[in-house]
């Protein structure tokens, strides 16, 4: 069952933050790398967190690829020559995952974060670079091809901050048409992306792209959710996605979230979101298997 096949039969859960729970299992991800980290280290730890959101009842699993590039791999001083082997293993470990929990007809979501993340400064919550149009087509489209070549079902483009860089991805999209994408957003407020732009017109130029199925928000606190995803659906009939984060604040120089957060979404506010049009809802940062699990029942059920 592909991914229009799943929504088709009624809101999808996605699985949470990968990364925080590696942290609350006990990994250091203070390096410049983060949970790509672990793909060279110690993958079987991204293998049990992935079974921990299956068993939660996630419907997609989203990889450990979000940070993984040749040009990460570069600036923490490691072998930019083996991101594309890191690259499929992401994969391969998702579907690892989803076969050895007998949740075959779970999808895999290829992560594919934004340039920023590569450069491990926070520049992924404020975007506009500096680069070119065509210099973030290259980027992206360089992961892209070598994730498309590992088979997932989905790509899960996540955590984008402005609008420059989402037209930039569904460029380089457009060259894998066999396998669908979503698009989400992180944003400052109920209105608009962390890159300043207007959410309306963030999502509004994506509506004509070719392989975008779904768009929405991310890695976003909670409390903002119900308000972009009611303007998200004046502008735009794709489905919309939502996995916000726990609410706290990311520090860039320590590499960490700092603040008081929510482990989980109230049930109430998620049966606010299907209400406002989200057809697929997670968790980001912060939000963990309990919060999933909450997610999958409320869907569940209605």
Same mark, same amino acid.
Request: charged residues 15%.
């Given at each position: ?49 992935? @079974?921990?959101? =299956?068993? $939660?009842?996630? #419907? ?7 940070? &993984?590039?040749?040009? +990460?791999? /570069? ?94 991805? @569904?460029?380089? =999209?457009? $060259?894998?048409? #066999? ?7 992180? &944003?400052?407020?109920? +209105?608009? /992306? ?109």
């Amino acid at each position: 069952m592909g991914l229009s096949e799943l929504l088709a039969a009624g809101p999808i859960t996605i699985d949470g933050g990968l990364a925080s729970e590696l942290e609350a299992r006990g990994q250091d991800l203070s390096g410049r790398l983060w949970s790509a980290r672990l793909l060279i280290d110690d993958p079987d730890q991204i293998l049990a967190v992935h @079974a921990s959101y =299956l068993t $939660a009842g996630a #419907q997609v699993t989203i990889t450990s690829s979000y940070q &993984c590039s040749r040009l +990460a791999l /570069t600036l923490a001083g490691r072998d930019p020559d083996t991101a594309d082997d890191l690259l499929r293993r992401s994969v391969e470990l998702a579907r690892t995952a989803t076969a050895a929990g007998g949740r075959p007809q779970a999808l895999v979501a290829a992560s594919v974060g934004p340039y920023g993340a590569a450069l491990a400064d926070g520049s992924e919550y404020r975007g506009r670079y500096g680069l070119s149009h065509a210099e973030l087509v290259a980027f992206h489209a360089e992961r892209l091809a070598v994730l498309a070549g590992s088979g997932p079902d989905v790509f899960a483009v996540e955590t984008i901050p402005d609008l420059v860089e989402a037209v930039a991805v @569904a460029e380089a =999209l457009a $060259a894998h048409p #066999q396998i669908p994408a979503w698009i989400t957003f992180s &944003c400052a407020d109920a +209105a608009t /992306t962390c890159g300043g732009d207007d959410f309306g017109d963030a999502i509004a130029a994506l509506a004509g792209a070719p392989t975008v199925v779904a768009v929405g928000v991310n890695c976003t606190a909670p409390e903002h959710v119900l308000g972009l995803l009611q303007r998200g659906a004046e502008v735009c009939d794709l489905p919309m996605v939502a996995y916000p984060n726990a609410g706290r604040t990311w520090d860039a120089g320590t590499r960490s979230w700092s603040g008081p957060g929510a482990q989980t979404v109230p049930a109430t506010v998620v049966r606010q979101w299907l209400d406002a049009g989200a057809a697929m809802i997670g968790g980001c940062c912060g939000l963990g298997p309990a919060a999933v699990a909450v997610i999958a029942e409320v869907l569940g059920g209605r």
